[in-house]
């Protein structure tokens, strides 16, 4: 446990401190943030402020992890490895959006088949590799079963559990990507999602399958291969985000860029599909879910009707123009995520105490 500790301990020192490194240095070589003309007129303030600083919380999550191993004397596992290297990843993919952006001075970055070629390849290599690795009770660090708050079902197989773990990644990066729309916003949601999932990690650890001698119900047992290093995870990210969220929130001096969005949402999925919990995300990140389902919603409505469903999309450019201050947009849809995260949380239980 001690590691979970120092993790989040040494991600929020790192961001705290290295994030305003990283503000001189980009700022410095002029890597300031892409305006949109057709998004909101208050967001032209913004033009010039840093951007790319997801590399403050990669590198901070990295270390983190790395250094609660060499304190507390453990091992990294597989599914440690395999979720950040999603994570980074996920992130390189945006860091050369990002860098097309800033250099080229267009804000759509890579060309859409360069970046989807660029998450395919991250994607596919963390399937595969996932149903890797078997530990001494023949679990590898993925199932090819659909999960819940556990696994269920008939086995999809080597080649749909790609496939599907695809389809995850890519919704849940672009859909942290969409809600990254306003000063704090995604940073403050990612903490809390974070926060669940370090829970999730321990609760799975005390409870897992390979203890189940000392448990006192083992059909409640969860077989998950490493979960408290997937709780280490979660722990330097919620404490990284959480540094990094006292320079990105509002009025922002530095943006995450999709450097940071595409690693979050990368990461997050990771999380969920090495702790079994592939369905229960959708709640967890519930506010990253309706943001991206505002685009879905508008644009089908556009291309049918030739009419919008809201005034702008991602959901939070409708209320700021509808007149709510940015801080004000931001603070409840924080709410919204913390009741998500709730929500989740109290299936997650309720899962394992009605096979109690």
């Known amino acids: 446990m001690k590691q979970i500790l120092f993790s989040g301990v040494i991600g929020l020192f790192l961001t705290l401190v290295g994030t305003p490194l990283l503000i001189k240095l980009l700022a410095r070589k002029g890597y300031g943030q892409y305006i949109r003309d057709d998004g909101p007129r208050e967001h032209a303030s913004k033009r010039g402020t840093p951007t790319m600083g997801g590399i403050a919380f990669i590198l901070a999550t990295v270390a983190a992890y790395f250094l609660s191993k060499l304190i507390t004397g453990y091992t990294p596992s597989y599914s440690g490895l395999l979720v950040l290297g999603l994570m980074v990843g996920m992130g390189l993919v945006g860091f050369l959006d990002d860098y097309i952006k800033i250099v080229k001075r267009r804000s759509l970055g890579l060309r859409a088949k360069a970046k989807m070629a660029g998450q395919l390849i991250v994607g596919i290599s963390f399937a595969v590799l996932a149903l890797q690795f078997q530990d001494a009770r023949g679990n590898a660090p993925a199932s090819t079963k659909l999960s819940f708050i556990t696994d269920f079902g008939w086995s999809i197989g080597p080649v ?17 990507n969409l809600t990254d729309g306003l000063d704090g916003l995604a940073t403050g949601a990612s903490v809390l999602v974070f926060g669940a999932y370090t829970f999730i990690g321990v609760w799975q650890f ?31 990210l919620m404490g990284a985000c959480l540094g990094f969220l006292w320079w990105n929130t509002s009025p922002a001096k530095i943006f995450m860029g999709d450097t940071g969005s595409l690693a979050l949402g990368g990461v997050l999925t990771g999380l969920a599909i090495l702790s079994r919990t592939e369905l229960l995300v959708a709640i967890m990140g519930g506010l990253f879910v309706l943001i991206t389902m505002s685009v879905v919603i508008q644009v089908g409505s556009f291309r049918l009707t030739g009419r919008r469903v809201f005034r702008m999309a991602p959901l939070q450019h409708h209320f700021e123009l509808k007149g709510w201050s940015e801080v004000l947009v931001v603070v409840r849809f924080w709410i919204i995520q913390g009741i998500c995260v709730i929500v989740g949380l109290g299936l997650f239980y309720a899962g394992w105490a009605a096979d109690k």
């Open 206 to 236: 005390q409870e897992s399958c390979a203890n189940a001698q000392t448990l006192t119900n083992p059909n409640a047992c969860y077989e998950v291969r490493d979960p408290l290093d997937l709780a280490v995870i979660a722990s330097a």
């Open 160 to 176: 749909l559990f790609v496939v599907w773990a695809l389809f995850m990644i890519l919704a849940m990066s672009n859909g942290v």
